[in-house]
T-cell receptor
Framework: AQSVAQPEDQVNVAEGNPLTVKCTYSVSGNPYLFWYVQYPNRGLQFLLKYITGDNLVKGSYGFEAEFNKSQTSFHLKKPSALVSDSALYFCAVRDRLTRAGNMLTFGGGTRLMVKP | EPEVTQTPSHQVTQMGQEVILRCVPISNHLYFYWYRQILGQKVEFLVSFYNNEISEKSEIFDDQFSVERPDGSNFTLKIRSTKLEDSAMYFC?????????????FGPGTRLTVL
């Protein structure tokens, strides 16, 4: 079984400050990890992924995430937050060992609020 | 840039009625998915579809649900007899399936309201 935890329902940060949105995961094998963002009344938009290789992954809109195998974490980060980053962020995992068509398991989401 | 599209954006139906939600995945993608998100809750996997058959389904995807790829472009989710608890946002997603392309691309969703 695979699962994802996003321990914070909401993260508040001032514009220009660094932000971190936390994610921990559990899979039986090695993970594929993803971050998606959801703006109001919109679908899920892919931000970045970790498949293999460098633990620091860079994605869209200046976001990056760090894979930490020992802590089973994949926290999303951005050095300088923008008001337009305010949205709902979802972490997701897929077990690499399962079949190619396998599902994503999502965390509960974290609402990011960036204040001017 | 190619994108996944879904119709309708909002569907209102009476309990017990059949609904069909439609999706057009990205054209060269091989894997197709349906997820749902009940208001205020997490996104939940329903079903994955590859090579014209279901490859995996969750416990949510019971006999009331079915999927079909009736032609080369559409991918549909049918709910045979809707229940109040089926009210949710339904997202279609597709994935390339070739090496290195593991991300799923999601459509804007269909909001289903069952009265």
């Amino acid at each position: 079984a695979q699962s994802v935890a996003q321990p914070e329902d909401q993260v508040n940060v001032a514009e220009g400050n660094p932000l971190t949105v936390k994610c921990t995961y559990s899979v039986s094998g090695n993970p594929y990890l993803f971050w998606y963002v959801q703006y109001p009344n919109r679908g899920l938009q892919f931000l970045l992924k970790y498949i293999t290789g460098d633990n620091l992954v860079k994605g869209s809109y200046g976001f990056e995430a760090e894979f930490n195998k020992s802590q089973t974490s994949f926290h999303l980060k951005k050095p300088s937050a923008l008001v337009s980053d305010s949205a709902l962020y979802f972490c997701a995992v897929r077990d690499r060992l399962t079949r190619a068509g396998n599902m994503l398991t999502f965390g509960g989401g974290t609402r990011l609020m960036v204040k001017p | 840039e190619p994108e996944v599209t879904q119709t309708p954006s909002h569907q209102v139906t009476q309990m017990g009625q059949e609904v069909i939600l439609r999706c057009v995945p990205i054209s060269n993608h091989l894997y197709f998915y349906w997820y749902r998100q009940i208001l205020g809750q997490k996104v939940e996997f329903l079903v994955s579809f590859y090579n014209n058959e279901i490859s995996e389904k969750s416990e949510i995807f019971d006999d009331q649900f079915s999927v079909e790829r009736p032609d080369g472009s559409n991918f549909t989710l049918k709910i045979r007899s809707t229940k109040l608890e089926d009210s949710a946002m339904y997202f279609c997603a597709s994935r390339d399936g070739t090496s290195g392309s593991d991300e799923q691309f999601f459509g804007p969703g269909t909001r289903l309201t069952v009265l």
